[in-house]
């Protein structure tokens, strides 16, 4: 996985933000971060970026192992 600068040697098991500006693949690293772990949750602050986050990610575990939680339910 190729990492933008910066973001490299994170060690397993500590809770990490990741901050910088738009377009700079926060969201990419973060989503590939998780999915190197059996469980995992990604806090998202718009609608529509976590619902295209979570079709990203349900296309490559499958529906039955991810949840759209917005707060409309």
Known sequence: MSRPPGFDHYADN???AI???TNTGKTHFAIERMLTHRTGMIGLPLRLLAREV???ISSRVGRDAVALVTGEE
């Open 14 to 16: 500590q809770l990490r």
């Open 19 to 21: 901050l910088g500006p």
């Open 54 to 56: 979570y079709e990203t």
